[in-house]
């Protein structure tokens, strides 16, 4: 059974850093393009972040961009997250997801998620 | 950005009847190579969100296949045509051709 697992979230000063992991099992996920996204309590789900198949192209979402620092560890099948300077929009559920495709056929995968609280 | 509008933002549906959600987006979704690149998710309570279409109308593995989606350009659809007990959660459609990728605000099915 395909598996993502994120974990490393929690509670977390404005200002503060965290680093979330997603750790992939039952599958490889090399040639997978891998993301973080985030749904903040009753808001629409958001991308945050985007990084291909060798790490050299990434993304973020704008109000990320300089704080967040998206990487991955294909050797142990890891995708991380370092949070820097966060705020208290920041706050939300983050989401570890792949995105590839096998034998020809279209894959997706998300996590259950960890949770980021914001809060002084 | 993009923006994805989704309507109706709920959508009460009666057990057995089909339901439809439309799914607009503020500029063309077509991919240099051809392809519109629109998805739609669906997320039960409490869970994480699925995927259950790919590029405007294709279904992922394992989606039923009272679920169906099409569209072209701007304007998408998700048709269920027959609603069961299961099918109840926010429903999301999300474009990946522009940078950063956009979601819908969901659309909440209810029976």
């Known amino acids: 059974e395909v598996q993502l697992v994120e974990s490393g979230g929690g509670l977390v000063q404005p200002g503060g850093s965290l680093r979330l992991s997603c750790v992939a099992s039952g599958f490889t996920f090399n040639n997978f393009w891998r993301s973080w996204l985030r749904q903040a309590p009753g808001k629409r789900l958001e991308w945050v972040a985007h990084?291909?198949?060798?790490?050299?192209?990434?993304y973020y979402v704008d109000s990320v961009q300089g704080r967040f620092t998206i990487s991955r560890d294909n050797a142990k099948n890891l995708l991380y997250l370092q949070m820097n300077s966060l705020r208290v929009e920041d706050a939300a559920v983050y989401y570890c997801?792949?995105?590839?495709?096998?034998?020809?056929?279209?894959?997706?995968?998300w996590g259950q998620g960890t949770r980021v609280t914001v809060s002084s | 950005d993009v923006v994805v509008t989704q309507s109706p933002l709920s959508l009460p549906v009666t057990l057995g009847q089909p339901a439809s959600i439309s799914c607009r987006s503020s500029?063309?979704?077509?991919?240099?190579?051809?392809?519109?690149?629109l998805y739609w998710f669906q997320q039960r309570p409490g869970q994480s969100p699925r995927r259950l279409i790919y590029k405007v109308s294709n279904r992922d593995s394992g989606v039923p296949d009272r679920f169906s989606g099409s569209g072209s350009g701007t304007d998408f659809t998700l048709n269920i045509s027959r609603v069961e007990a299961e099918d109840v959660g926010v429903y999301y459609c999300m474009q990946y051709v522009h940078w950063p990728h956009t979601f819908g605000p969901g659309t909440k099915l209810e029976i």
């Open positions: 500029q063309s979704l077509v991919f240099s190579d051809g392809s519109t690149c």
């Open positions: 997801a792949s995105w590839g495709v096998v034998g020809g056929i279209d894959k997706n995968y």
């Open positions: 990084i291909s198949q060798d790490g050299r192209e990434t």
